[in-house]
């Protein structure tokens, strides 16, 4: 079967599991329920135990995650060897933050392994429990980490790897045929810009940081008019409203204007961000169905469910109402 063949074939796959999905309309009938048992048998029908070691709302996040981790893998499996690399890199977002775990592991002399996700046979980092987590990593694809564990902060060695793996999958949407290209570099230069935007607004409001300190912190790739409106972040006064509406990225804080404003909120702006990033890979995945793009935008959905749920299960430990958990995710 040709390439587009294949992709045609896999896409009508997943329409079905996009169609049950959490996201949309879909996600509204999670947030009815009271009781995080009630979501347990919603979702899992028939596998829910009476024992937790973790507690009930651990092991449903954790359920939530490796069923992601399971969608996207059988997309891959289905395509075939060697596996895209594209779609193999966005898998390992999870592998990601696993090297975030033992990275803290070196730091601190121990790991905690229960928070590692098993990406099996597309795992490039292994770890089995109680190996040293440096030599884990020395011997995978992310040995270039271990100098920097030992000689720089770990909020800087985190920072390094969340760039990391940004910077990759800028390297492999250009590697992409022209055909597919085109959607994905859409998809994935919104995501940048996003991320480096949202990311601006929490070193200057959380982390009281300069702009020439912060600019490396800030994922490589943007350029032009889109590194001047980050750049604006840290040089618009606080309360300054009129200023924050002129901004480019103005419609991230439109929720927020009015009498009480004193300063852009981060966690709101990021909601607002998230759910642009969902918005375009919806449209991304019912577009040109015999490229690349609705199989990328389709890994970005599933990590944007992984979100949703996941705060389904927040907002109960929390009793949160129905309005209230939609209004924390931007679902409104």
Do not use: C
């Not at 359920?63 to 399971?70: D, E, L, P, T, V």
């Not at 970005?300 to 209230?324: D, N, R, Y």
């Amino acid at each position: 079967m040709s390439r587009p063949g294949r992709y045609g074939f896999i896409l009508a796959k997943v329409y079905g599991i996009i169609a049950r999905s959490y996201v949309g309309k879909n996600y509204r009938d999670v947030l009815r329920f009271k009781k995080l048992s009630e979501l347990y048998d919603h979702l899992y029908p028939g596998e829910r135990s009476e024992t937790h070691p973790d507690g009930l709302s651990a092991d449903l996040e954790k359920r939530i995650a490796r069923g992601a981790i399971r969608s996207m893998a059988r997309v891959l499996d289905i395509l075939g060897t060697p596996p895209v690399p594209i779609l193999l890199h966005m898998l390992r977002k999870y592998e990601y933050q696993n090297l975030k775990v033992l990275v803290r592991g070196v730091a601190h002399g121990h790991t905690d392994a229960a928070h590692l996700w098993d990406l099996d046979a597309y795992a490039g980092l292994s770890y089995e429990p109680g190996q040293n987590p440096e030599n884990a990593i020395a011997s995978s694809p992310y040995a270039w980490v271990i100098p920097l564990v030992k000689s720089a902060p770990l909020a800087q060695v985190e920072n390094e790897i969340d760039r990391s793996y940004y910077e990759r999958l800028q390297a492999l949407t250009r590697d992409l045929p022209a055909a597919d290209r085109v959607g994905v570099t859409r998809l994935v230069s919104l995501q940048i810009s996003l991320s480096n935007v949202v990311w601006a607004l929490r070193l200057r409001f959380s982390f009281r940081m300069e702009w020439e300190r912060a600019r490396k912190m800030l994922i490589p790739g943007s350029r032009g008019l889109k590194l001047a409106s980050v750049a604006r972040v840290f040089e618009i006064a606080p309360d300054a409203v009129e200023e924050w509406k002129s901004w480019k990225f103005s419609w991230l804080l439109d929720d927020q204007f009015g009498d009480s404003f004193r300063a852009p909120d981060p966690q709101r702006a990021e909601l607002k961000a998230r759910q642009a990033l969902y918005t375009k890979a919806h449209q991304l995945f019912h577009q040109n169905p015999f490229t690349l793009g609705p199989l990328v935008a389709f890994f970005t959905l599933k990590e944007q469910e992984t979100a949703l749920l996941t705060t389904a299960v927040e907002a109960l430990q929390l009793s949160l109402s129905e309005q209230e958990a939609l209004a924390i995710t931007g679902s409104l």
